[in-house]
């Protein structure tokens, strides 16, 4: 009798109790915010920050000559704060949003400008095509926005090693905020974005395989560079005088900085705590010692003695390289990608740029714009399919997708870094004058010194 009633009040209340629950017409909007989830990508915010203030700045610092050290540190300061503002005012909404008609795989639309639409706690059900509609909504939207500001930071500040002790500083702020619009957040709707035409695939091939931006970051910043420094020209003395890094130490210790901040770039990535945060942890630790011992060794066998500045772009090589696969590759796979990444950007940085005759100061093109496509390249050979779910597996399919994904990113980038950096010299020119390369940039444009 007892159980009876129980069973007739149960029915009675069950109107009541459905009518208290939501409705939704696609069922992974209802995915709840993680905690676990949501600290670890607000560490790696964090981290991936770390990366360029102090990180790159200290990296490049170090390798410059004294006369312009505080340039240097003052370009990586206010690319992060310029870049910041374009990101929050249109760069999001470009690259992250899902686009409208026929744009849609190009370009994102500006239902975010000024990030509007980004309130409370919980992640808009507006976004759910976001990285599939899966992962990104365990965490809050802004917390999303904010790791993805931290990468648009870094990529236009790679570029400025390129041109190190000679472009104006005005030039370079107004490149920087068009660079970000106009080549950083299109490449990364194409590449990460769901209705992105790289990511979706064309062509009868898979997605792009880009884990944590090799094309999107580092390719796309690696031939900016070298655009920038053609056009740029060589600074005075290259080749004649000799022009040593005046500080090492700071450079090591940037270098250190990039590899512990590299584990929110390419963990973070996966925007969850997971295994596969787990792994592509893994990886990249593996990958990048690799690569600091296979351009050292290089080094050694070339020049007779392994060096400090060897070994710490080897591991920036290594670092870069395994950005795009660490999502996709195991262990095994992730040592040969970081040997390639060492001993090919050893050659690019030395024999490869001297062949040529350009004059890339720190190297961007040589670490980032090689170490990307050979990182790149290789996630289409060692993809291990269930790191994925079986979307993105090495072969000859995944291998040519990787190949049209780095060709679009290398005459993209490289024609818009040319067109703006023509508009600016036409305008307000690019380079300092003879004198103030001579004097250094710390008094000539900031009126400081090192003492």
């Given at each position: 009798?007892?159980?009876?009633?129980?069973?007739?009040?149960?029915?009675?209340?069950?109107?009541?109790?459905?009518?208290?629950?939501?409705?939704f017409a696609d069922p992974v909007v209802a995915t709840k915010i993680d905690s676990g989830d949501t600290a670890w990508m607000l560490t790696s915010v964090a981290l991936v920050l770390m990366m360029t203030i102090p990180g790159l700045?200290?990296?490049?610092?170090?390798?410059?000559?004294?006369?312009?050290?505080?340039?240097?540190?003052?370009?990586?300061?206010?690319?992060?704060?310029?870049?910041?503002?374009?990101?929050?005012?249109?760069?999001?909404?470009?690259?992250?949003?899902?686009?409208?008609?026929?744009?849609?795989?190009?370009?994102?639309?500006?239902?975010?400008?000024?990030?509007?639409?980004?309130?409370?706690?919980?992640?808009?059900?507006?976004?759910?095509?976001?990285?599939?509609?899966?992962?990104?909504?365990?965490?809050?939207?802004?917390?999303?926005?904010?790791?993805?500001?931290?990468?648009?930071?870094?990529?236009?500040?790679?570029?400025?090693?390129?041109?190190?002790?000679?472009?104006?500083?005005?030039?370079?702020?107004?490149?920087?905020?068009?660079?970000?619009?106009?080549?950083?957040?299109?490449?990364?709707?194409?590449?990460?974005?769901?209705?992105?035409?790289?990511?979706?695939?064309?062509?009868?091939?898979?997605?792009?395989?880009?884990?944590?931006?090799?094309?999107?970051?580092?390719?796309?910043?690696?031939?900016?560079?070298?655009?920038?420094?053609?056009?740029?020209?060589?600074?005075?003395?290259?080749?004649?005088?000799?022009?040593?890094?005046?500080?090492?130490?700071?450079?090591?210790?940037?270098?250190?900085?990039?590899?512990?901040?590299?584990?929110?770039?390419?963990?973070?990535?996966?925007?969850?705590?997971?295994?596969?945060?787990?792994?592509?942890?893994?990886?990249?630790?593996?990958?990048?010692?690799?690569?600091?011992?296979?351009?050292?060794?290089?080094?050694?066998?070339?020049?007779?003695?392994?060096?400090?500045?060897?070994?710490?772009?080897?591991?920036?090589?290594?670092?870069?390289?395994?950005?795009?696969?660490?999502?996709?590759?195991?262990?095994?796979?992730?040592?040969?990608?970081?040997?390639?990444?060492?001993?090919?950007?050893?050659?690019?940085?030395?024999?490869?740029?001297?062949?040529?005759?350009?004059?890339?100061?720190?190297?961007?093109?040589?670490?980032?714009?090689?170490?990307?496509?050979?990182?790149?390249?290789?996630?289409?050979?060692?993809?291990?399919?269930?790191?994925?779910?079986?979307?993105?597996?090495?072969?000859?399919?995944?291998?040519?997708?990787?190949?049209?994904?780095?060709?679009?990113?290398?005459?993209?980038?490289?024609?818009?870094?040319?067109?703006?950096?023509?508009?600016?010299?036409?305008?307000?020119?690019?380079?300092?004058?003879?004198?103030?390369?001579?004097?250094?940039?710390?008094?000539?444009?900031?009126?400081?010194?090192?003492?």
């Amino acid at each position: 009798m007892k159980s009876s009633r129980l069973k007739t009040g149960a029915l009675a209340l069950l109107p009541l109790l459905m009518s208290a629950v939501p409705a939704f017409a696609d069922p992974v909007v209802a995915t709840k915010i993680d905690s676990g989830d949501t600290a670890w990508m607000l560490t790696s915010v964090a981290l991936v920050l770390m990366m360029t203030i102090p990180g790159l700045a200290l990296f490049y610092a170090g390798m410059v000559r004294k006369k312009n050290i505080l340039a240097t540190l003052m370009q990586a300061f206010a690319i992060t704060c310029l870049v910041t503002i374009t990101w929050t005012v249109i760069g999001y909404s470009l690259a992250f949003t899902a686009g409208t008609g026929a744009s849609a795989p190009y370009i994102g639309d500006l239902s975010r400008l000024m990030l509007n639409g980004i309130i409370g706690p919980k992640f808009d059900p507006k976004m759910s095509f976001l990285l599939g509609g899966t992962v990104a909504q365990t965490i809050p939207e802004s917390v999303f926005m904010m790791f993805q500001m931290t990468f648009a930071i870094i990529t236009p500040a790679l570029i400025a090693g390129a041109f190190a002790d000679r472009m104006k500083f005005s030039a370079m702020c107004v490149f920087m905020v068009g660079w970000s619009i106009l080549s950083y957040s299109p490449i990364a709707h194409w590449v990460w974005a769901p209705t992105g035409w790289l990511g979706a695939g064309v062509f009868g091939l898979p997605g792009a395989a880009d884990f944590a931006g090799g094309t999107v970051v580092h390719i796309n910043a690696g031939i900016a560079g070298l655009v920038a420094c053609l056009l740029l020209g060589k600074r005075i003395g290259y080749g004649t005088e000799n022009m040593p890094p005046y500080n090492l130490s700071l450079a090591l210790i940037g270098a250190s900085l990039l590899w512990v901040g590299w584990f929110g770039f390419n963990a973070g990535s996966a925007v969850a705590s997971d295994g596969r945060a787990g792994m592509a942890m893994t990886v990249t630790q593996v990958a990048t010692a690799a690569a600091a011992l296979g351009w050292m060794f290089a080094e050694w066998l070339t020049h007779g003695k392994p060096t400090v500045l060897g070994i710490i772009s080897g591991a920036v090589a290594g670092l870069v390289a395994i950005t795009p696969a660490s999502g996709f590759v195991l262990p095994g796979a992730s040592i040969i990608i970081g040997v390639a990444a060492g001993v090919g950007c050893f050659l690019a940085a030395t024999k490869m740029k001297a062949f040529f005759g350009y004059d890339d100061s720190l190297d961007t093109f040589g670490v980032h714009g090689i170490g990307g496509i050979i990182g790149a390249l290789l996630t289409g050979i060692f993809a291990y399919g269930p790191l994925s779910g079986g979307a993105n597996v090495g072969g000859l399919k995944q291998f040519e997708a990787q190949c049209l994904a780095v060709c679009v990113t290398l005459v993209w980038s490289g024609l818009v870094s040319f067109v703006l950096l023509k508009v600016i010299d036409l305008v307000i020119g690019i380079r300092v004058t003879e004198e103030q390369e001579r004097m250094g940039l710390d008094e000539a444009l900031h009126g400081e010194s090192m003492g």
